[in-house]
């Protein structure tokens, strides 16, 4: 490999942006990891479990993390995004804007600043069901372990009691945005996805009915870092949960929505279905489903979830949910396709399965001729030396994403 090469960028810090950064760096190139968030990490730092293995992501992470702290051919920009993109494969030139967090390197993440801060937000990592202070860490084991500050919330100046107890002088509430400009050989956009909006569905009660929650808010309650210590518990009386239902594709498969299967919300659903069933032998879990798709190797963990006899499944869609006004239980209207009838079910709290909606979708700029219907990467589309891996490509579980990010690294390597 030619000494000159230019490094390669990588857009987006998730678990398929730095397994692309990392695989790149250790095979002799050299790669900028550029994250809109303060910092690493993606969706996957906020899963409880994976599945099939029911494994915490933690520690895969951090052996990441590890592998980012030593490779000195990686450098990490965070609060950063692309404003534009010139050039061609070989020679690319980005524009990137650089946002600030107020807290420079010299930050050891004692957590003084928060101690002292008088101001509250909320906590997007946990989905808004719990609060940080204007100056926080997304999480313990964030990396970089350095704390940001919320401009949004934040009284800078006409507070600044983070500023008085700081030993190290590590707050800086004068930063300012600012625009760095870089030269890359190629582009690898690892752009992740969101979930999609549960709101914008109307008959599923989502806004509605109090104990209405999504897949990716079970995966924060489930987890001892979570807004609720890992105690599985409903958002309306702090209740334990002990009838639980599912409701598959909420949003996917669906042309008023989104139109694509998801890949991986079956598998979802039945890994936090054993959540519940773990903590409490007595819970009763019910899935309610189109199809179950549990393609490969996944097929075993479908069997086995399937033979609990507190795990029912029910094949039909959940055509209404209302709220009992007295108990705040969930009314579910469901059709039972083996039945051939619709009947109503009463359960404690409902976990609707929502689909993966690519963040590639809302890039726009040169980015949006690049996209196919449902805003993921079309190969047909990208120019030379622009790539993308993992879920900005298609919807996909963490395994298949992380052999597409080292896929993609393959491609890069063979360019000029």
């Keep these: 490999m030619p000494s000159d ?14 397994t692309t950064a990392v695989e790149a760096a250790e095979t002799g190139l050299k790669a900028i990891l550029i994250e809109k968030g303060h910092w690493l990490g993606g969706r996957v730092f906020g899963m409880h479990r994976y599945f099939p293995k029911l494994c915490s992501p933690l520690c895969g992470t951090e052996i990441n993390f590890q592998r980012i702290r030593r490779n000195p051919d990686i450098t990490v920009i965070t609060g950063a995004e692309v404003a534009s993109i010139s050039g061609a494969d070989g020679d690319f030139k980005l524009k990137i804007n650089k946002n600030p967090r107020f807290i420079n390197s010299n930050c050891t993440a004692c957590d003084k600043c928060a101690q002292v801060c008088p101001v509250e937000r909320d906590d997007d990592f946990n989905l808004g069901m719990s609060k940080t202070k204007a100056v926080y860490m997304r999480h313990p084991m964030a990396y970089p372990a350095v704390y940001a500050i919320d401009p949004s919330v934040c009284e800078k100046e006409k507070c600044a009691k ?14 300012k945005p600012e625009t760095v400009e870089m030269r890359v050989s190629s582009v690898v956009y690892a752009t992740g996805w969101k979930p999609y909006d549960a709101a914008k569905i109307d008959n599923l009660g989502y806004g509605k009915a109090a104990n209405v929650i999504t897949n990716v808010m079970m995966e924060r309650i489930a987890s001892p870092s979570g807004p609720t210590g890992g105690r599985i518990l409903r958002p309306s009386d702090g209740k334990a949960v002990k009838n639980i239902a599912f409701a598959q594709c909420a949003g996917s498969r ?22 519940l069933r773990e903590t409490s032998k007595d819970s009763k879990a019910t899935v309610f489903y189109i199809d179950i798709r549990t393609p490969g190797k996944y097929e075993a963990f479908y069997t086995k979830v399937a033979a609990d006899p507190g795990v029912s499944f029910i094949k039909g869609k959940v055509a209404k949910v209302e709220e009992d006004p007295v108990t705040k239980d969930v009314i579910i209207t469901a059709e039972n396709v083996a039945g051939g009838a619709k009947k109503k079910y ?8 929502t689909g993966m909606e690519p963040n590639s979708a809302s890039l726009g700029g040169d980015v949006a001729g690049w996209l196919d219907t449902g805003g993921f990467f079309s190969p047909e589309k990208t120019p030379p030396g622009i790539y993308a891996a993992g879920v900005a490509k298609n919807p996909a579980d963490v395994s298949t994403s992380l052999m597409d990010a080292t896929a993609t690294v393959v491609k890069c390597l063979g360019g000029r």
Excluded: R, W
């Excluded at 230019?6 to 998730?14: D, N, R």
């Excluded at 008023?256 to 079956?266: D, F, M």
């Excluded at 009463?346 to 399965?353: E, I, K, P, R």
């Design 346 to 353: 009463v359960f404690d709290m409902l976990v609707l399965a």
């Design 162 to 175: 983070c500023v008085s107890v700081c030993e190290y002088g590590a707050i800086d509430l004068a930063q």
């Design 254 to 275: 669906d042309e008023n929505h989104l139109a694509h299967c998801s890949a991986v919300c079956c598998l979802a659903s039945l890994k936090q279905v054993t959540y």
């Design 5 to 18: 090469k230019l490094p390669i960028a990588v857009v987006g810090g998730g678990i398929s942006g730095i």
